[in-house]
């Protein structure tokens, strides 16, 4: 039996806040969102659904094969909101920015008409990426903010979006290294994904090295810091020991 509107956004939000368990509870077995919460919460879906599919195929970095499946989901509902934001991530990782753009745009809409909020905040993040790599930090920014303000209060991505927001501003001269600084500081300390305050130092660590800042990497929590963080910490750390006073 099909679910109601408000039934699926409840899951998705629940799912958005990583209670899978909760998630899939919400949702009936048979529902498409079903398959969906048990992809993203990292398990293997035998799925008929092409959006699934697609996103299964982008994971892999295999975006011929994604870009086929997402253009063969049908509908105006959710479902071809979350495909139009999978072709916007397969050409922004395929460096086609206007491309990328212009899908980011079409599931804007598709998701604004069914007013779906946590859609509209995964595609105004993904606009904010796709214009921070083509290097336009401030519409990036303001694309991030944008994301910050759809979010839910407990939504676990905040913390990552906070570090997105950071990475703009930090390529925005001195007054954006300020508001950069702090949002790091914020995000490191944002519940919800277990690796934020990691990522959060490095950027840190790596804004502490551009602006020649070696009091930003004297964090105690750099200290806890591991793998790629870690090794972004240390290069910032090499760069900043051989700069001139």
Known sequence: ???????????WRLAEAG????AAAACGPTDPLAE???MRSGQRVASELPVVQGWQH????????????FLKQEGRGWLKAWAELGLAKVAGDCGKWAIALLWCAQAWRTAAADEH??????????????LLRAGLPAAAAASFAEDLGLLTPGNRYRGRVRCYQAHAWSRMGPEGS???KLAYRIAAHSPGESGTASYAMAGLAVLAARSNLPELLS???AANLTGFSAFWFQVCQSRLATNPE
């Open 1 to 11: 039996m099909p679910q109601s509107w408000d039934t699926i956004l409840a899951a």
């Open 19 to 22: 209670r899978w368990t909760d």
């Open 36 to 38: 969906i919460i048990a």
């Open 58 to 69: 982008y994971y892999r970095a295999e975006y011929s094969a994604a870009k086929d499946k």
């Open 117 to 130: 909020t946590d859609m509209l905040a995964e595609v105004s993040g993904a606009r904010g990426e796709i």
């Open 178 to 180: 300020k508001a950069a």
């Open 219 to 221: 964090e105690p929590v």
